[in-house]
């Protein structure tokens, strides 16, 4: 279980000595091809086998990011950077207005409240008090539709089990109402109680790794215990698909949002103006998304990609709602529509052009009135209701923290509200937009930040940040975590891969299923090009990803070890035959196919899964993998074998660890305090071993 011995500098490592990891003769079938799972033992997160390997790797790994010798520094200089004001887009309820604030290092937002925009702000909610060490985190308010009520949903540890609280919305007081087992749901009013989506109670002790099945509805009136809601909608036919349920301001319908066989959703509707009356279901293609955007009279305003790859907005009537009945309002267009919504009468439509967004304001008959002229490249999102009278946007991108501006209609004019100070001089770098060839010739973007100045010499440290995957795009944000790496001669590199919906769903979906491996083509090429166009070199580039990211860092890593220094897979989904079989891994058989489907794909998976092409005496980037203990999202199963199988596998000097959170999840939620230990030691780690003697960390 022991030591590590370092030199000063990263290319002199000795070899480590990791924890003994048992080997079982666990074998299975796929359509007769056995595949081994030695590993099969560390799955059981709670044993007490597992317990022990967990602990004896996190000594590993800490012994050896202990004798970085800029770790503290480093640490530091995050901590002063993080130490910032953020304040969040204000919000109106009830003729108040309600911000987030964070003075710069809480572990949680404050929720403030204020009667008028020139106002003072009074503590509204204190998501740090609701624990001791900041990992209780407010997952979302609800306010009932008469300003009485107030919900609030929680995680603890970063799981995505949620808990529903209810206080009373002037006093601040606390009722007696408590929801358990609610997940992926927040509060829906309508009068004086509210819908929520909730499983049974899990099976003690596997309340983080078991299959999460048969998603219900129900309707929890105030002041009664959680026994007494009434379950308003569930589909035993179908287990394993997700429900949800919301109400619009004038409780005029409930919209049901059926998901999870598919790659987009089902709608039903409910009239609320007629006791008693059934759903009508609006949908029948779970291939294609629809969503709901308002409801203005006996209209329906919806987003959806039926028939339009790239969006389009659509109208509904509550008498005829199904989907042969809505008439097109604004058109697809060249770009991709990525959001859109009613606010004081009009339409705000947000466009995507080349992975960063362009506004657009609309009249509801669908004409188009002005384009707002954004700050520069970067990524917008507004905030308000359809009867309010002010419109607040949020504006970031690489190299600006996010910016509130008040935004005004009828001169098509805005002024800043609120700007963060960092100290960070942002006109010391620069971002560019490049363009790239896949492996089959497809052009792919990515956005390059850097130190102005800097010489293509190939000798730039780069961090390569890629996604890809769930139609998730990647806009241009900033992170204060960047900037010891930038400053220090390094280049963030975000690469806008096939898998996300940049260009619209055929971009999603060309990083699907049998055609996943494009994703990591897209990733490999730009490397390449990194390499090619005198930026970088190989033993100068760290992959990053989390998640579905962390696969595409595992797959990457393991089909071209050679191409680069340093892999973080973060939260990863790295076994592609067993991910179904944990909590909601079901739910992305849409994107990935299962090794159940057809011997077809069970060989395409089993072709790319990490964990599967980790081959003996190969040497194998430095690679930190990070999970944690309440990641019920992808379960640390994933990463607990992938680092076992690394470390038996790798070949030569490069560290091989993984990083195992306790009291942490998935990452939505993470305590202040957590993200920058985190984030300390993966950039340390980076910066270590891409050979970077970092100056500037007083």
Request: a negative charge.
């Amino acid at each position: 279980m022991s030591g590590i011995m370092m030199m000063s500098c990263a290319s002199e490592q000795k070899k480590i000595v990791y924890p003994d990891a048992m080997k079982v003769d666990t074998v299975d079938t796929y359509f007769g091809t056995q595949v081994a799972d030695p590993y099969r033992w560390l799955e059981n997160d709670t044993s007490a086998a597992t317990e022990a390997w967990v602990k004896a790797e996190n000594k590993v790994t800490d012994e050896y990011l202990s004798q970085i010798p800029f770790r503290e520094k480093l640490l530091k200089r995050l901590t002063d950077l993080s130490n910032y004001e953020r304040i969040g887009v204000p919000f109106k309820r009830n003729g108040k207005y309600y911000f987030s604030k964070n003075d710069g290092l809480q572990n949680q937002s404050v929720y403030y409240v204020q009667d008028s925009l020139g106002g003072t702000p009074r503590l509204f909610l204190d998501p740090n008090k609701l624990s001791d060490d900041g990992t209780v985190a407010l997952k979302g308010l609800s306010f009932s539709h008469d300003g009485k009520y107030t919900a609030y949903c929680i995680s603890r540890s970063g799981s995505d089990w949620v808990e529903i609280y209810v206080m009373d919305t002037e006093s601040g007081k606390l009722l007696d109402d408590h929801i358990q087992w609610a997940k992926f749901s927040g509060a829906s009013w309508q009068g004086d109680g509210f819908y929520y989506s909730a499983y049974d109670a899990p099976v003690a002790g596997k309340e983080f790794s078991n299959v999460n099945e048969n998603h219900k509805i129900y309707y929890h009136k105030v002041g009664e215990p959680q026994s007494a809601d009434k379950l308003v909608y569930q589909n035993p036919a179908y287990p394993k698909r997700f429900y949800s349920a919301g109400t619009t301001k004038e409780e005029r319908v409930l919209f049901l949002t059926e998901s999870g066989a598919g790659r987009g959703n089902n709608l039903f509707v409910r009239d609320l103006k007629k006791p008693g009356s059934d759903f009508v279901q609006l949908t029948t293609n779970m291939d294609y998304q629809y969503y709901p955007i308002e409801v203005i009279g006996e209209k329906i305003y919806l987003m959806t990609n039926y028939k339009a790859p790239k969006n389009r907005v659509m109208v509904a009537d509550i008498q005829h709602p199904k989907l042969e009945d809505w008439k097109e309002l604004v058109p697809e267009a060249d770009a991709v529509l990525s959001a859109a919504e009613v606010i004081g009468g009009k339409l705000y439509l947000t466009y995507d052009q080349d992975a960063s967004n362009h506004a657009y304001v609309y009249n509801l008959d669908g004409t188009r009135q002005q384009e707002i002229k954004l700050p520069g490249v970067g990524t917008v999102g507004f905030s308000g209701d359809k009867d309010d009278k002010e419109c607040f946007f949020v504006f970031t991108s690489f190299t600006t923290p996010g910016a509130t501006y008040i935004y005004n209609v009828d001169d098509n004019t805005y002024q800043l509200y609120r700007a963060p100070k960092v100290s960070f001089n942002s006109d010391d770098f620069t971002t560019e937009q490049v363009f790239f060839a896949s492996k089959d010739g497809v052009k792919v973007p990515m956005f390059l930040t850097y130190k102005k100045g800097m010489k293509l010499d190939g000798t730039n440290p780069v961090y390569l940040y890629g996604y890809g995957g769930f139609g998730i795009s990647l806009y241009p944000s900033f992170s204060a975590m960047r900037i010891p790496f930038l400053e220090n001669g390094g280049i963030y590199a975000q690469v806008n891969l096939r898998g996300g919906s940049e260009y619209g769903e055929e971009w999603h979906v060309a990083g699907t299923k049998m055609q996943k491996q494009h994703v990591f083509d897209d990733f490999i090429s730009a490397a390449k090009y990194l390499i090619a166009q005198k930026y970088t070199s190989k033993e100068k580039i760290a992959i990053v990803g989390g998640s579905n990211g962390g696969l595409l860092v595992g797959a990457c890593m393991t089909q071209r070890p050679d191409l680069f220094r340093v892999a973080i897979p973060q939260v990863g989904v790295m076994d592609m035959l067993r991910y179904h079989k944990f909590t909601i891994g079901w739910n992305w058989a849409s994107d990935y196919g299962t090794s159940e489907d057809s011997r077809e794909m069970f060989e395409y998976l089993k072709g790319y899964s990490p964990l599967h092409n980790l081959k003996p005496g190969t040497k194998y980037p430095a690679t930190l993998v990070t999970t944690a203990d309440h990641d019920d999202r992808v379960v640390p199963a994933h990463s607990f074998k992938f680092a076992a199988t690394l470390q038996a596998d790798n070949d030569g000097t490069n560290p091989t660890l993984i990083r195992i959170d306790s009291k942490a999840g998935h990452g939505a939620g993470k305590p202040m305090t957590k993200v920058l230990e985190e984030q300390a030691d993966i950039y340390a780690f980076i910066m270590y071993n891409l050979g970077m003697e970092p100056k500037l960390l007083q």
